[in-house]
């Protein structure tokens, strides 16, 4: 099928052209006609398939003919997150240049001076997360009125994020004869509840098993402790050849830490939380975009659903405490039909959320073992294991990765050099096991494999 069989006119037609996209993905393919046909839409799909453009490009065919009035959007998208929300409307930006729409972005963070003079101009599309969306409503700048078209995207992970009483609110603005189409990767009873609540018969596509992993990401377990965690991070981030990762842990203070470790350790790495002020998230997405900072070490929230072509590596150093958030996570490669690769650190401690996650993947992770590879020093070792080894030891191996994640005219900066702490004894006991240990470098914890 080609994307002239789907409805969409000469404009958009030429703007895909332009940026090389030859065929539909089964998200667009399916969800595209029916959106169209201004049918009220499940999409139930992940992040990576196409999502985005299976709601853009139908929009602005739809929003192409009538104009909006100051203060009245016609269509709004909501986002959970404002990296999402800045996505879409790059995506916006991307398909709509051969349309005059005028688009506003909404989100917290950021001042609201700019945005509220294009919604005075009057807005096509909005575009914005819950809690900003419901603020400057509450404040009489906007109306909802005219709102014709209602996106949903990501809906479990508003659920996640307690959105959904905000967003409840906001439909209760729109009016009844709206169009609405709703995306998540996932469909727990609550989001079930809010599309029987909100939707008018709608149409379900859905492109693959909910909460699978693409076929595109080759993802892997591997044994550590939490005084090796960091170790084991680095040799892995050496002997792959990674090109550009988002590195994962479970919380803030921790991505932090990993982060400035990282770069203490030689490697081109920057954090991006939820904590982080607008202008330096915005900054810091941008330059691990331009390619600019290889390892973006990050949290949950910050990182969901972002989409970065071409990353080639994720690394989980947490195991995530919701399953689900494992699909995302590793999600962030193998995009768009390229292959991507994803490591995932897992101690002792992460039993049973390693367990959760086989369970809703319905199949096996190959896992590295510490055992199974301090074997193969003893030469009795798995095959997997002494592919490892050989794989790691050796000073060319330890070299040359390692140059190829130094960031652009970062070479081993003086912060390298640096004294690490003095290493203290029993610091593991009192370990977090999610948490960095910032004393947890000894060699001689590490798996044979390994060692140096
Ligand atoms: P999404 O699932 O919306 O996050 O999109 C994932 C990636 O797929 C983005 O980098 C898009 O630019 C890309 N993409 C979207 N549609 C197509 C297509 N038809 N062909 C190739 N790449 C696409």
Redesign the pocket.
Known sequence: MNFSDLGLGDELLKAIED?G?????PI?EKAIPIVLMARDLIGL?????????SFTLPMIEMLSSGRARSRMPRSLVLAPTRELAA?VGE?FDLYGKYHKLNKALLVGGESMGDQIKILEKGADVLIATPGRLLDLFERGQILLSDIKILVIDEADRMLDMGFIPDIEKIISLIPITRQTLLFSATMPDEIKGLSEKFLSNPKMVSVAPPASPAKTVDHRMIEATPRTKKTVLKKLIDREEVKNAFVFCNRKKDVDMLGKWLREKGFSAEPLHGDMVQSKRTETLQAFKDGKIVLLVCSDVAAR?L?V?GVSHVFNFDVPFNAEDYVHRIGRTG???QSGKAWSLITESDEKFVAAIRKLIGDEIPTEKVEAASKSASKSDSKSASKTSTKTTGEQTEKKPRARVLGPGKSSSPKAAQPRPAPQRNSSRNADNDSVDENAFDENNLPAFLRK
């Not at 996209?21 to 993905?25: V, W």
């Open positions: 940026i996209y030859t065929t539909p993905t667009q799909a992940q992040t990576g398939t196409g999502k985005t453009a996505q995506n659903g989409d072509s995009r768009a039909g």
